[in-house]
């Protein structure tokens, strides 16, 4: 709202035409907005109600807005805050490219919420299931079992012997009194001995059995990555066109979001594919971490945002992303005979297809290049690339729901 300079002779009586044609009026003759406060009322008034902040075309902008000479006209520039919100409603050059990333943030807003709470995690999904169909093992397996009326006492054993599992919910001592029954309705004596070697037979039975819930951090890191740069960018697009300073910032804060995506979208397949072998697992996780804050770090330059840097920003970006080959490979090695490998490696590659055509076409900036000023309000490079990026998003998050359901079921 500071961008107001001395320009309230150049007001036009636009008509509401004029936003969605390309006048030759320059950014300075769109902002008005000190004419509003010296006019409070009557004519001046009447008159400010009919401006319409007018578009303009690319020659028309200052140099921080000049990003892609391809799309020549429907720019914003310079406008008051207010209008620039407003102009969430309304049709520009950047309209498409707010809205796609919108609508992808409330995407992966409503599968967060989703996935939380409809899919089921470790325990609803498994204990009970093995442990009915186990059980029948435990009357072969504890030839030791002695006569004994104390089921109190076999429980709190039992406790004790596992310490960590959270009984809560899983009924196992209940599947223990309704399963085992005969074997403890006779006899009167409680040899404390022979306790202590059952309960550590029982112990190791229902251990392997008793699955701790896999842990679900790395696939929320995910979707919280996905939507923080979501709506990043959302409103770096919206907010961008006020000032060179918002611009700045709001650039850096995209970037950011970029990065956080990239490295956020290794968590799942890393933790999920070599959880149970921890050095890989922080090897990789630390890997993608440093990257990605170096990345950030790198982004703050002044000189990343150049236009003629737009190919080193793409191959970063793309450089972060391609190191993930390197994890899904490997487990691709390791677990060649599960098909949750395959199948998570198939959406993997379908992401790294999304992603790497949305690099190329935001490079390239094709098709805008063949045809300057006829992808201006739809079709152009940066609407295709988001609509790639989500689409590329939303393939990572259902090979995240393939490694949720292969822990859960297996375990490590
Ligand atoms: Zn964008």
């Known amino acids: 709202m500071d961008l107001d300079g001395d320009h309230s002779e150049n007001i036009s009586e636009a008509t509401e035409q004029d936003q969605l044609v390309p006048s030759t009026i320059t950014s300075e003759m769109a902002t008005t907005e000190k004419h509003q406060g010296s006019s409070r009322g009557g004519k001046g008034k009447r008159l400010w109600k009919k401006v319409k902040y007018q578009l303009v075309e690319y020659h028309s902008l200052p140099a921080y807005l000049r990003d892609n000479e391809y799309i020549l006209g429907y720019y914003r520039a310079e406008w008051p805050m207010k209008q620039i919100l407003l102009s969430i409603f309304t049709i520009h ?6 809205w796609t990333h919108l609508i992808g943030f409330f995407l992966f807003l409503a599968l967060t919420i989703y996935t939380a709470t409809k899919v089921p995690n470790g325990h609803s999904l498994q204990l009970s299931d093995v442990l009915k169909a186990d059980l029948h093992k435990l009357h072969a397996c504890l030839p030791s079992l002695p006569n004994m009326h104390d089921l109190h006492r076999l429980r709190d054993e039992l406790k004790t012997t596992l310490p960590s599992m959270d009984f809560s919910g899983w009924h196992v001592m209940e599947l223990l009194y309704n399963c085992l029954p005969e074997r403890f309705s006779h006899g009167n004596q409680t040899d404390v001995c022979r306790l202590r070697s059952m309960t550590g037979d029982v112990a190791n039975i229902i251990a392997p059995l008793m699955v701790r819930p896999i842990t679900r951090w790395p696939f929320f890191a995910f979707m919280g990555g996905a939507m923080f740069c979501l709506l990043a960018s959302s409103i770096c697009h919206l907010l961008s066109c006020h000032s060179e300073r918002i611009s700045y910032i709001m650039l850096r804060v995209d970037y950011a979001g970029i990065a956080a995506l ?14 149970c072998m ?32 737009r ?15 390197l994890p899904i490979l490997h487990k691709l090695i390791l677990f060649s005979h599960q098909p949750e490998a395959l199948h998570t490696t198939g959406y993997e590659a379908l992401m790294g297809l ?25 079709g152009h490079s940066h609407q295709l690339f988001h609509v790639l990026v989500v689409a590329g998003a939303y393939a990572h998050y ?8 292969w822990r859960d079921l297996h375990g490590c």
């Open 93 to 98: 050059n950047e309209t498409l490219n707010v």
């Open 262 to 275: 990239i490295a956020t979208s290794f968590y799942p397949p890393v933790y999920y594919s070599f959880m």
């Open 278 to 309: 921890p050095f890989f697992c922080n090897l990789y996780l630390g890997f993608i971490t440093l990257f990605g804050i170096a990345t950030v770090m790198f982004s703050l330059l002044p000189v990343f945002q150049k236009p003629e840097w």
């Open 311 to 325: 190919t080193v920003r793409a191959s970063l970006f793309s450089f972060m992303g391609l190191s993930g080959a």
């Open 354 to 378: 999304c992603y790497g055509l949305g690099a190329v076409v935001y490079a390239t900036r094709v098709p805008e290049r063949w045809m300057p000023g006829k992808f201006d309000i739809a």
């Open 398 to 405: 259902r090979a995240g729901l393939v490694y949720l359901k």
